[in-house]
């Protein structure tokens, strides 16, 4: 069949299936490790490959096909028509070999093709951009990106341009549209029947089941469903049930309920002995993972003086993140709650008038500020924080002599703190108590910060970043040492999220665990506490500390008291997970639950065996998240405004 023009389209769809292919091979190679690549396994993960480049290489093309369905014979035929055509041509096939490079970055920061993640860096292109041009080497990639393009460009053109019936053809309209017809039938029947990367889950590795996607379609499904219906995707239960069930799982000998209402969570929680108006500050430390710390038993050397402040510090030692991303550390610290599937709720539109630590600390007269060092409406920051109880200071506050450094997230960290510090003297010059929660950014790629801090320069990777955060902390805490309301201070310091989220499983429980220190030499005494808990269980243990009562929503409780739930919720973005007694039960967005018992768990890796769920593991397990997306879908987490 004479297919003419359209010998575009089949000829790019053949330069797409390679360029895939050798992507998918080069990713294999990175994770060869920690992939199945048994025969089987390979062939599955190859074909299902092929399959689904396939599928993405029909989407690609839609926008092309309808454009040589319409573009009339003697507009197509003409030579202006030749050139432009053949600049789109080498543009595509570009944009192809880009993708493959921008995956091999992607897989090596995230172990992941795209997704969530991918789809929220397309949205802030500033940050993401210039953060790209300062970690790595663009101009050289860039040319070896256009040697590539320009390689599959000469080879292929002759056959699909001048030397073919591509051009100086009379194909009629009636023609043009029967093929074209054939061509974009694929991708709707693709988009009606294949609504997920399903297939993939014939791969029992998880990393394989990545190999097996297809980032194009990845990043096309990822902006298809960032919001996932609870009910729709995840095993649910009678919801009445589920709700007496959270009850019995929130109560505790120091809290009630303040209604019999089923779906009103607010406890009265109510701490023992006298209140007191300890000032906070928070200081959520980006991507701290407990691999990355001497005290946990790594050996680099990264964090001397955290590791030494263990030792003066309230020191939690088997705290759990719940997500990958530093919106989720800041849901779970401020809210309480267990990560709802798709985006935060940080990062969510409608997040205003949550019933927040913001909020609960004001009632209690406090100041409550979000203090960061780049500009907070990245991830909607500013948004969330401003509605739901804090003052926001963000890099818009800082003052020109204020910054020693700064990179596209931010000022470095020792100016960041010492903006904390000067915030803090001003809440104690108006003698009011004050919740400072401070996220820093140095410890982010390009891991840029000032010359001559540290024995690791600027610039060469993450061991720098960590090691630079863990100096500036020390600094600052140095330096607070001589302020009037240093004693009467609780510092806290949690990681935001872990360092990286690949593993081969779907939630790989050692790669969430990170450290907690609640140091005050005045008011507290050191202890190491080796209790399991949540970044969601910080607040509600703050409160216990200072001894206040209080009302809230929240699914957390306070580590210290004998009656404290160990358990920890740890998700990302699809996968739900409850941990507890060394079992992970999992809630997948097919409706499935999977189990696993933890054999042995280190610094770096854990051991796993599949078992089947027991019923108490996956009604409790169900129960935190199916109530959890229920009271946010409701409206049922809002503060109640005087």
């Known amino acids: 069949?004479?297919?003419?023009?359209?010998?575009?389209?089949?000829?790019?769809?053949?330069?797409?299936?390679?360029?895939?292919?050798?992507?998918?091979?080069?990713?294999?190679?990175?994770?060869?490790?920690?992939?199945?690549?048994?025969?089987?396994?390979?062939?599955?993960v190859f074909f299902i490959g092929m399959f689904y480049d396939f599928v993405a290489v029909s989407y690609y093309l839609i926008p092309f096909i309808i454009y040589l369905i319409l573009i009339p014979r003697k507009i197509f035929?003409?030579?202006?028509?030749?050139?432009?055509?053949?600049l789109i041509y080498f543009a595509v096939i570009y944009s192809v070999v880009f993708n493959g490079f921008s995956e091999y970055f992607f897989w090596e920061e995230f172990?992941?093709?795209?997704?969530?993640?991918?789809?929220?860096?397309?949205?802030?292109?500033?940050?993401?951009v210039h953060?790209?041009?300062?970690?790595?080497?663009?101009?050289?990639?860039?040319g070896?990106?256009?040697?590539?393009?320009?390689?599959?460009?000469?080879?292929?053109?002759k056959k699909t341009t001048f030397h073919c019936d591509a051009f100086n053809c009379d194909m009629p309209f009636s023609k043009r549209l029967k093929i074209g017809s054939i061509?974009?039938?694929l991708p709707l029947l693709f988009f009606i029947f294949l609504d997920k990367q399903t297939l993939t889950e014939n791969c029992p590795n998880k990393f394989d089941q990545e190999l097996a996607k297809n980032g194009f379609y990845s990043l096309f499904s990822a902006f298809r469903h960032n919001e996932l219906e609870y009910d729709e995707f995840y095993k649910t239960l009678d919801e009445t049930s589920v709700f007496k069930r959270l009850r019995m799982l929130l109560k505790r000998e120091s809290t009630t309920f303040k209604t019999n209402d089923i779906h009103d969570i607010t406890r009265v929680v109510k701490n023992d002995g006298p209140a007191h108006r300890y000032n906070i500050v928070l200081i959520m430390v980006e991507s701290l993972s407990a691999e990355y710390m001497g005290v946990f038993g790594d050996k680099r050397g990264l964090t001397p003086h955290l590791d030494e402040l263990a030792k003066r510090s309230l020191f939690f030692n088997n705290l759990y993140a719940t997500g990958t991303r530093t919106v989720r550390g800041m849901e779970a610290v401020t809210l309480s709650l267990p990560p709802t599937p798709g985006r935060s709720i940080v990062k969510r539109p409608d997040c205003q008038n949550m019933n927040s630590a913001g909020f609960v600390f004001g009632k209690l007269g406090y100041e409550s500020k979000f203090i960061y060092a780049g500009h907070g409406y990245f991830d909607n920051m500013n948004y969330f924080f401003s509605n739901n109880g804090f003052e926001v200071v963000d890099r818009f506050d800082f003052k020109d002599d204020e910054v020693t450094f700064s990179n596209v997230w931010g000022v470095c960290d020792e100016d960041l703190l010492n903006k904390v510090s000067k915030e803090a003297d001003k809440s104690y010059a108006k003698e009011k108590p004050f919740f400072s929660f401070v996220m820093t950014t140095s410890n982010h790629r390009p891991y840029t910060y000032p010359d001559g801090k540290i024995d690791i320069p600027s610039h060469t990777g993450r061991n720098g970043g960590v090691k630079y955060t863990d100096y500036a902390i020390d600094k600052f805490l140095k330096e607070a040492s001589k302020k009037p309301w240093f004693d009467n201070t609780l510092f806290v310091i949690v990681a935001d999220h872990n360092g990286g989220s690949a593993g081969k499983t779907a939630l790989p429980v050692w790669r969430y665990r990170i450290p907690l220190f609640i140091y005050a030499p005045k008011l507290i005494e050191p202890k190491v506490v080796s209790k399991l808990a949540s970044q969601v269980d910080i607040v509600p243990t703050l409160l216990g500390i200072i001894g206040q009562s209080y009302e809230a929503k929240f699914y957390g409780d306070d580590i210290l008291k004998e009656d404290h739930q160990e358990r920890a919720f740890i998700g990302n973005y699809q996968k739900l997970g409850l941990f507890r007694n060394n079992t992970l039960t999992v809630l997948s967005p097919d409706k499935s639950v999977q189990n696993y018992k933890v054999k042995k768990q280190t610094?770096?890796?854990v051991e796993y065996t599949e078992e089947k769920p027991s019923e108490a593991d996956v009604k409790d397990t169900v129960t935190y998240y199916q109530s959890a997306s229920y009271l946010y879908k409701h409206n049922l987490l809002r503060e109640k405004l005087r």
């Open 1 to 44: 069949m004479n297919t003419g023009r359209f010998k575009f389209a089949t000829n790019f769809i053949g330069i797409f299936i390679v360029v895939s292919f050798i992507t998918r091979i080069v990713l294999l190679v990175m994770t060869y490790d920690q992939a199945d690549t048994g025969i089987i396994e390979l062939l599955k």
């Open 77 to 86: 035929n003409s030579v202006i028509h030749k050139i432009v055509s053949l």
């Open 111 to 128: 172990g992941k093709r795209f997704n969530f993640i991918a789809v929220d860096y397309l949205v802030y292109t500033h940050e993401v």
């Open 131 to 142: 953060n790209i041009l300062e970690s790595y080497p663009i101009p050289l990639l860039v």
């Open 144 to 157: 070896i990106i256009l040697v590539i393009t320009g390689f599959i460009f000469f080879y292929n053109h």
């Open 183 to 185: 061509y974009l039938a």
């Open 603 to 605: 610094l770096y890796r």
